[in-house]
């Protein structure tokens, strides 16, 4: 009987399998439960024992985007028929809006600052792992171990120096001096995992630009940046997710202007106590854009994780 000491046998294959769609459903279980949350009547998310099987309702996303009173009953009736169906909703449940909630700006707020310290990050941090890649930098391992260490920091640690700094600068509850500091904490990340992704492309691609006629510029934009392009995308991805959901400095930072969703979510208040429907359902909307966002470069972000694993 032959086997072959690479390919798996069809049992181990099976055992995979079995543990990868368990792993699967475990993980996922908690994002589904969620999204169903936020279908849910407010009587139905705090039932016990936990409601399985429900009719769906869509209360939890119009309490989620409107700011709703408690209205009598004479009050109801000279604002006389609802006139849309999120209308008869709210009416359903004895209140009349009052306009708009702040979750759309809040949610803004997350999209302006996370795609923009994302941006500047990466535009920081391929410049600066390159350099360390490519030129004789002075003391490089020292400052590469200086630049990885601002990542061992807790937040917490800083978080009351960053407040006293950001308050004399007038940084305080702005979206410049948010997307400066997660673009500042986010950049030790991108400079290691970039440099690595460039220590792989061969400098020979860029003496031959260089003999070319390239300017080294050139060289950097034309040939390097092509070739890192798995590296920058999978390293987005990972900046994008740390500033989309931090959580610690848009608390102490931010209070209006430009708080992001993230502190916002969990003080959603209903008309009689906390509105867990409305909270599941900015919860649901708020992983929207990062999942698109990863789907989008999920081939990328395969590649990068085993780039340069095999070497030739």
């Not at 600068?169 to 500091?181: A, K, R």
Request: contains cysteine.
């Amino acid at each position: 009987m032959s086997f072959s000491v690479t390919e798996p046998s069809a049992r181990t294959k099976w055992l995979a399998a079995v543990l990868v769609v368990g792993y699967a459903l475990i993980t996922i279980a908690p994002l589904l439960w969620i999204i169903a949350t936020g279908f849910k009547s407010p009587a139905d998310s705090i039932a016990y024992p936990p409601k399985v099987v429900f009719e769906p309702t869509l209360e939890g996303y119009v309490n989620l985007f409107t700011d709703r009173t408690r209205a009598t009953q004479d009050m109801l009736d000279a604002a006389g028929e609802p006139k849309t169906w999120y209308e008869r909703i709210v009416r359903a449940q004895g209140t009349v809006i009052n306009g708009p909630s702040r979750y759309g700006e809040r949610f803004l707020n997350s999209v302006i600052i996370g795609f923009g310290s994302t941006a500047l990050c990466m535009i920081l941090g391929t410049a600066a792992a390159y350099a360390f890649s490519r030129f004789r930098v002075p003391l490089k391992d020292d400052l590469l171990f200086f630049i990885l260490s601002t990542r061992m920091m807790p937040p917490i640690a800083v978080a009351i120096p960053i407040f006293l700094m950001f308050r004399n600068l007038g940084l305080n509850d702005t979206h410049l001096g948010m997307i400066l500091l997660y673009t500042a904490v986010n950049l030790s990340l991108s400079v290691w995992l970039l440099k690595g992704f460039i220590d792989e492309i061969p400098v020979e691609y860029e003496e031959a630009a260089l003999i070319d006629g390239y300017t080294r510029f050139q060289a950097f934009t034309k040939v390097v940046l092509p070739q890192a392009a798995t590296g920058i995308a999978s390293t987005a991805i990972f900046c994008l997710i740390f500033a989309w959901n931090e959580y610690a400095f848009a608390v102490l930072l931010t209070s209006g202007t430009a708080q992001t969703a993230p502190p916002f979510i969990p003080t959603i208040i209903g008309v009689g106590g906390k509105d867990w429907p409305a909270v599941a359902a900015g919860a649901t909307i708020f992983l929207v854009p990062v999942m698109v966002f990863t789907i989008l470069l999920r081939k990328h972000l395969l590649r990068g994780i085993t780039f340069g694993a095999v070497r030739k």
